[in-house]
């Protein structure tokens, strides 16, 4: 079967959500890179790139095209397995169940995605918080912007993808804007000049490159580059996704690392090592330095429109997949209720805010870098299982339709295996924190595994490992 019978037979289905109401498909390709930078580019990795070309100079840089390469590997796995199942909304547990089973579906959403969200997301409520107590000292409550801003994106995301989309695209804007300014004018100088010589410069020589050791940051370079798949869960509801979701994913990859490579390059002109590699939040003092005091501003909408971009589109992404799961008999039934004039997953979408704020309101701001190493190595796990599905798929499943085909299969599967296991195995700066994170991400992920097993068992009456086509 062609791509363009493929097309033609994924087009002529009935569009249904399981409530029966027919779905709009409002997302154009402009909102999907918004999504997919959107996700991607928080005050994480912007910390993550700071730090990164402070501790390797030019071999970070190196660092952060192999960490593209294998970012590229895991939107073409994505592309492929989201295109071949256009009506499971985009779930990793739908693509999970079909090649491997019940039971790693179950595993694989939660640990890479409601958990990923659960941490990843504290940490950044958190950094917002920081950031807002350094720029308005004393101005504004501990903990109410955060919460403001998880509540009213979690209200705007209730009426549905139109609204979602119209935020979107002014958050990644406004954050993509406030990046390059701060990027061009500290290449340029327009603003205050650079220092003619800075004490304790970044080094731009080829050492690190030469001798290999650049390797030792691809774990932190990754940080920069992952996430772009949270388009797929909103595959129902885009236009012309056959052609439309790898390109929007792949692209959105290009742009992010030009944006970062800009915005770094400018950082190593004005902070010196100690500043890029120490600083809590290298970024401010980036701004600062860039144009003064009257940098808060910038600072601001950078800080706020990151955090507000990735927390839409999570709210938007990860309900869905609870209700997807939901759907197949793989989670509560409850979350699986759609608002009937909306149309939108609230249960699930209640669900998420809840888990997200627990971290928040618990832990503290010292806990940030735990929290978010924690969450990414949750996350690397759900990459691996989704290279195991393309290639167990291709094989067991060969005659199923596949839009999009994985150039070079099975090479990118096997190169984001072994990335995504070495990433997991060097993401942390010491070992007593990568002895407090697989504790944390070990402890979340032996209790998930285990409801999921008795789910499958006593209440799907399943085999753990026996693969099915996921429904609809």
């Known amino acids: 079967m062609n791509k363009n019978n493929t097309s033609a037979t994924h087009d002529s289905l009935p569009e249904e959500t399981s409530s029966n109401r027919p779905l709009k498909r409002s997302l154009g390709f402009a909102t999907m890179i918004a999504i997919c930078i959107g996700v991607v580019v928080v005050q994480g990795s912007m910390v993550s790139a700071l730090q990164g070309v402070g501790f390797g100079g030019a071999g970070f840089l190196a660092a952060a095209v192999v960490a593209f390469i294998l970012a590229q590997c895991n939107a073409m796995t994505f592309a492929e397995l989201s295109l071949m199942f256009p009506r499971s909304e985009g779930t990793l547990g739908s693509y999970t169940e079909a090649a491997l089973g019940n039971f790693p579906a179950i595993v694989a959403v939660y640990a890479g995605y409601v958990v990923v969200a659960m941490f990843g997301l504290s940490a950044e409520l958190l950094l917002v918080d920081a950031v807002i107590g350094q720029l308005f000292p004393g101005m504004v409550p501990e903990m109410l912007v955060p919460l403001g801003i998880l509540i009213v994106l979690a209200v705007l995301n209730f009426f549905g993808t139109d609204v979602f989309a119209s935020l979107q695209n002014v958050f990644t804007f406004g954050m993509v804007v406030a990046l390059l300014l701060v990027g061009l004018t500290a290449v340029t100088g327009s603003a205050n000049p650079a220092p003619a010589e800075l004490a304790g410069a970044v080094q731009w020589n080829w050492d690190g490159i ?76 980036y701004v600062d330095a860039v144009f003064g005091k009257a940098g808060l501003i910038v600072a601001t909408v950078m800080a706020v429109t990151a955090t507000c971009s990735t927390v839409n589109t999570v709210l938007a992404g990860v309900p869905r997949m609870l209700h997807g799961m939901a759907v197949n008999g793989q989670s509560f ?39 978010l190493i924690a969450a990414s190595t949750s996350w690397l796990l759900a990459y691996i299982i989704a290279h195991i599905d393309v290639i167990v798929l291709r094989r067991r499943q060969p005659q199923l339709p596949r839009p999009f085909r994985t150039p070079f299969y099975p090479l990118p599967q096997l190169l984001g295996i072994a990335g995504m296991a070495y990433v997991a195995l060097n993401n942390s700066p010491s070992p007593e924190m990568t002895q407090t994170v697989y504790m944390l991400t070990g402890v979340v992920l032996l209790i998930i595994s285990v409801i999921a097993a008795l789910w499958v068992k006593l209440v799907m009456k399943r085999d753990l490992f026996q693969p099915e086509m996921p429904k609809g």
Request: aromatic share 10%.
């Open 210 to 285: 030469l001798d290999g050791s650049f390797l030792s940051l691809v774990a932190l370079a990754m940080w920069l580059l992952v996430g772009v798949e949270f388009i797929c869960p909103l595959i129902r509801e885009v236009r012309n996704p056959e052609r439309n979701v790898p390109r929007a994913m792949m692209l959105s990859l290009c742009l992010i690392l030009g944006i970062f490579l800009l915005f770094i390059w400018g950082a190593s002109r004005y902070l010196s090592v100690e500043t890029l590699t120490t600083s809590p939040l290298p970024y401010l003092d």
């Open 333 to 371: 039934p409850q979350l699986k209720r759609l608002h009937p004039r909306y149309g939108t997953p609230w249960v699930a979408l209640v669900f998420m805010v809840t888990i997200i704020a627990l971290p928040f309101l618990l832990m503290g701001i010292d806990s940030i870098i735990t929290l």
